[in-house]
């Protein structure tokens, strides 16, 4: 085990840094970057801590030809290892071994989520691994519900775009992740109602800006983003349609300009995300007056 593992594993905060710092010395930053996205990964529980360290390596990669990306990086590391519980064991890399009765159709996997059985989600990951519809099926089912803000397909799509930039190897271990996620919580399929606003992104932009980039409007977005190119969009599209509500314009109050380098608990690296998503300086301005006062960081890790 390297010494930048060890210290993620051990959670030693106050020593990531240097061993960020010196592996980054000797490999380069993408390696780091790749390194620090693999652990948070195999890291990865649906808690909320656990699924936003791996959405922040993502948003991570967006920045890197910022100067700031190395530091970055090193919060993704201590987000990672601080967020990873504890009681948790090394994860099998391997996808599952299947019988030849296995089930690969969308329904399957629908009844694995209604029974909140991960464990037949991912033998179902495993029949689909190499097909080439696995995409259409896999965000259909993360895109039934939309519980907690949509993280089911936001999840998905991270994981999805994650396994490019850290290698195919890890591919299965990468949409383990959206499984994972879609088998975590239940949700009520959501029933379109076939109108969608046609100033829809506007909307949600100007919802970021007015609510001064709380929570919800936040995740909006980023649903957006998610179901973006996907023949699920215009799902996504009716739901936010129907669940947000245009905004007025008002002046936003200053927030001062700074690259995300933060403790990224602190707000769900929502900051970061934002950063990562848009140049628009109010929109990255109401994330920051989130960021100001936002404390989720104060949630202990057990």
């Not at 379109?192 to 800006?209: P, Q, S, T």
Request: some cysteine; aromatic content about 8%; charged content about 30%.
């Amino acid at each position: 085990m390297t010494p930048l593992y060890e210290s993620f594993i051990e959670r030693d905060i106050d020593a990531i840094p240097a061993a960020v710092r010196a592996f980054r010395d000797e490999h380069g930053s993408i390696e780091t970057y790749k390194s620090v996205g693999r652990f948070a990964v195999l890291a990865y529980s649906p808690s909320q801590h656990g699924k936003h360290a791996v959405l922040a390596c993502l948003a991570a990669w967006a920045l890197r030809e910022e100067p700031y990306f190395d530091d970055v990086v090193t919060q993704c590391a201590i987000y990672a290892a601080e967020s990873r519980q504890p009681w948790s064991e090394p994860p099998i890399l391997s996808p599952p071994a299947i019988d030849d009765g296995q089930r690969g159709d969308v329904d399957e996997l629908r009844e694995a989520i209604a029974a909140l059985d991960r464990l037949r989600g991912e033998r179902w990951l495993a029949k689909r691994l190499n097909d080439d519809d696995l995409a259409r099926d896999y965000f259909t089912a993360a895109a039934d519900d939309f519980e907690d803000l949509g993280h089911k397909l936001i999840v998905a799509d991270a994981a999805w775009r994650l396994v490019p930039i850290l290698g195919e190897h890890g591919r299965f271990a990468a949409l383990r992740l959206g499984i994972w996620e879609m088998c975590a919580y239940p949700g009520e399929r959501y029933v379109e109602r076939g109108e969608i606003a046609e100033d829809l992104d506007r909307r949600l932009i100007d919802n970021v800006i007015a609510n001064e980039g709380d929570i919800e409007s936040a995740h909006a977005l980023f649903l957006l983003e998610a179901a973006r190119g996907k023949p699920i969009e215009t799902r996504v599209r009716d739901f936010l349609t129907h669940t947000t509500q245009p905004s007025a314009p008002r002046p936003l109050r200053p927030a001062p300009s700074s690259p995300p380098v933060y403790k990224l608990s602190r707000d769900y690296a929502e900051y970061l995300k934002i950063c990562a998503l848009t140049a628009d300086p109010a929109v990255r301005a109401a994330a920051r007056l989130n960021l100001d006062r936002s404390h989720f960081d104060e949630l202990t890790f057990a």
